[in-house]
C-alpha cells in the first residue's frame, strides 16, 4: 500500500489557503515556532509573507508565496523571479536567504536563474535565492503528517466505526533445514499458532518437543552443532479493511500492554554430540529442575532400546538451573569397559606414534588395539541409516529422567530419552553451541505500559492493508495487549484483546548469533576475492 508521499496532493484551492499552509510547512521546515507571517494584506511586505529564524539561528529566512493556476504554462517566470528578488532587498532586517514558493510545477529554466541570481548576489553581499515548486512543496508536506492533516482533512476520517483490525501471528517455517542436523528433525523447530475465542485472540507457541515432554516421551537428544530448539519470534500479521470511502494515512502502531509476566516453566533435554562417556543435560526453560535423577541403559549404537524392561543404572543428579554433566562411568565400568585407558586424552594423534597429554607414547597399533579392547561390545562397525553415524566407540543410552520444578516441587515428571554417547573424549573439530546477546521488544514481566512501531500505511476506501510486526522478549513469558493503530489526523483502532505466550528457549539467541556471524562472513566472501574458510578451492 502506497503512503503520503505517494498520493498526488493537490495544490490549494485560493492564495490564501496556500499561503497558510506555506506558513505552517516552513515553521516545520525551519524548526522554529516564532515563524511569522509579515504583516496583512495591502501593507507594504518588501516581497516577503513569511519569515522566521531557522533552526534557531540569528539568520533570518523569509519566502514568497506565488499562488498559479494549474493550466498548463502556469509558471513563476524569470522577470517576475527577478522583481521579487529586488523587493526582498529592502526587508528589514537583512535576509540570509529568499525562497520563491509557488504552487506551479517545478520549472528548470526559473531554478537555473534563481541559481544564477545567487551567484551574483553571493559578491554582492546578498542573500541566496531558491524557488520551490508544487512537487517539491507537496514532497515536503508528505515528512510532516500533522500538516497534511491540517490542511487536507478530506483524506482523514472522522470516525472509525467502519475500519475493522484482526491480528493474529503469521505462520512461519523453521527457518534452517533441519533435516541435516538431528535425526528428529520435527522435534528441534518450533513456531507459533492462533486461537479465537470470545472476547480476544490467543497466540500460543506449538513446540513438538515440549509437548512429547509433557507426556512422557520417549524423545531424542537434541543436536547442538547449531542450537537446540529452533524458530522465530511470534510475527503478528494485521489485516486492516477500510469501509469508509476515505484515504487512511497510518504512522504508528502501539502495543498497550496490560500486563508481562515471566514464565517459569522447565524443559530439559540432552545435548548431542555427547563424549567420553559424559551426557550434557541442558534446561531450556526459564525455571529451575530440582531433585533430578536418571536411570539408564547402555548398548551398541545399533541395538533397539527396550523401555518395559527395568533400567540397571541410576545416578542422583541433584538440582539444574542452566546444564548439568551426567557421567555415566559407573554403567560401562560394569559392562566391562576400560574407562580409564578411554579416558586418556592425547595432544598429538598422527604417524605411528600417540603422544599422550602426561608425555607418554604409544605406538599407533599398539593404540587401536588397545582401544578395541577397552570398548569391549561397544567396538562396532558404521551404523548405516537415514543419519550415519560411526559405530566405533559409540553407545546407545536410553533412559529415563526424574525430576520437578522448584515451583512445584511435590510435583514429580519423568520423561523417557533415547540418545547416544562417544566413549572416547573430545576430539579437535568438534561442533559446540555459540553465543549471542540480542534486544527484546516486550518486556518479560511489567504492567500498563507501551510500545511504539512507526508505521507508514496508507488504506483507500473499500480497500485493505496487511503488514506484520514482529515482537520479542528476553526469555519466555506470557503477554496480554492490544494493539492500537494509529492514523494521522484521526481517532484509534484497536484490535481485540491478545494473550501471548512467548516461547524462548535459554539458548535461543545462539541461533541469532550463528546466523548473524554468517551472514557477515558470506558479506566479507562476496566482498573478497581471497579464498576464506567458506570457500573452496
Known amino acids: ?300 549404537i545399533d541395538s533397539i532400546s527396550a523401555w518395559d524392561k527395568p533400567f540397571p543404572y541410576r545416578i542422583e543428579i541433584g538440582d539444574v538451573t542452566s546444564d548439568a554433566v551426567i557421567d555415566l562411568i559407573d554403567g560401562f565400568s560394569r559392562l566391562g569397559i576400560d574407562v580409564e585407558f578411554l579416558r586418556r586424552d592425547w595432544k598429538s594423534f598422527g604417524g605411528d606414534t600417540v603422544v599422550f597429554l602426561d608425555g607418554t607414547e604409544m605406538a599407533r597399533h599398539d593404540y587401536d588395539e588397545r582401544s578395541k579392547q577397552a570398548m569391549g561390545m561397544f567396538f562396532g562397525k558404521m551404523y548405516e541409516g537415514p543419519f550415519p553415524l560411526s559405530a566405533l566407540g559409540t553407545a546407545r543410552v536410553a533412559g529415563r529422567l526424574h525430576y520437578s520444578e522448584k515451583s512445584r516441587p511435590c510435583d514429580h515428571q519423568s520423561c523417557l530419552v533415547e540418545t547416544w554417547v562417544q566413549l572416547n573424549p573430545i576430539r579437535p573439530g568438534a561442533p559446540a553451541p555459540s553465543s549471542f546477546q540480542y534486544d527484546a521488544t516486550l518486556q518479560s514481566s511489567g504492567a500498563d505500559y507501551e510500545i511504539s512501531v512507526p508505521i507508514s500505511q496508507s488504506i483507500k476506501g473499500g480497500d485493505v492493508d496487511r503488514f506484520c510486526i514482529r515482537t520479542g522478549c528476553a526469555r519466555s513469558s506470557l503477554h496480554e495487549f492490544i494493539v492500537e493503530l494509529r492514523a494521522v489526523g484521526v481517532e484509534k483502532f484497536a484490535s481485540r484483546p491478545l494473550r501471548l505466550e512467548m516461547f524462548v528457549p535459554r539458548r535461543f539467541p545462539e541461533i541469532i548469533a550463528a546466523e548473524e556471524r554468517f551472514k557477515e562472513a558470506l558479506s566479507k566472501r562476496t566482498m573478497s576475492s581471497a579464498p576464506t574458510p567458506f570457500q573452496t578451492k
Open 1 to 300: 500500500m502506497p503512503d503520503i508521499s505517494n498520493i498526488q496532493i493537490p495544490p490549494p484551492a485560493n492564495w490564501q489557503d496556500f499561503e497558510r499552509l506555506c506558513a505552517d510547512l516552513w515553521a516545520a521546515i525551519w524548526d522554529d515556532p516564532n515563524t511569522q507571517l509579515n504583516g496583512r494584506a495591502g501593507q507594504s511586505q518588501a516581497g516577503v509573507d513569511i519569515w522566521g529564524h531557522p533552526k534557531g539561528s540569528r539568520q533570518i529566512s523569509a519566502v514568497q508565496c506565488k499562488g498559479k493556476e494549474g493550466a498548463l504554462g502556469a509558471y513563476v517566470t524569470p522577470e517576475e523571479l527577478d522583481a521579487e528578488v529586488e523587493k526582498a532587498k529592502s526587508f528589514s532586517p537583512k535576509i540570509d536567504h529568499f525562497i520563491i514558493a509557488t504552487s506551479a510545477k517545478n520549472d528548470a529554466r526559473v531554478q537555473l536563474h534563481a541559481r544564477d541570481i545567487t551567484a551574483r548576489n553571493k559578491s554582492a553581499g546578498f542573500f541566496t535565492v531558491d524557488v520551490f515548486g508544487w512537487d517539491e512543496i507537496s514532497r515536503r508536506i508528505a515528512g510532516h503528517p500533522n500538516i497534511f492533516a491540517k490542511h487536507y482533512p478530506q483524506f482523514c476520517l472522522a470516525v472509525t466505526d467502519k475500519v475493522a483490525i484482526d491480528v493474529s501471528c503469521l505462520i512461519e517455517p523453521v527457518p534452517i533445514d533441519l533435516r541435516r542436523t538431528v535425526r528428529e528433525p520435527s522435534f528441534q523447530g518450533f513456531t507459533y499458532r492462533t486461537f479465537r475465542a470470545e472476547g480476544f485472540v490467543e497466540i500460543r507457541p506449538d513446540v513438538p518437543y515440549r509437548d512429547a515432554i509433557a507426556k512422557g516421551g520417549p524423545v531424542s537428544g537434541l543436536g547442538y552443532g547449531i542450537a537446540p530448539l529452533i524458530g522465530q519470534y511470534p510475527n503478528l500479521d494485521i489485516k486492516i479493511v477500510n469501509d469508509t470511502g476515505s484515504t487512511v494515512f497510518l504512522n504508528e502502531a502501539v502495543l498497550r500492554v496490560k500486563a508481562s509476566a515471566e514464565m517459569d516453566e522447565v524443559l530439559p533435554l540432552f545435548a548431542e554430540p555427547a563424549y567420553a562417556m559424559r551426557l550434557y543435560l541442558k534446561n531450556e526453560g526459564w525455571g529451575e529442575l530440582c531433585n533430578v535423577w536418571f536411570e539408564y541403559s547402555l548398548g551398541p
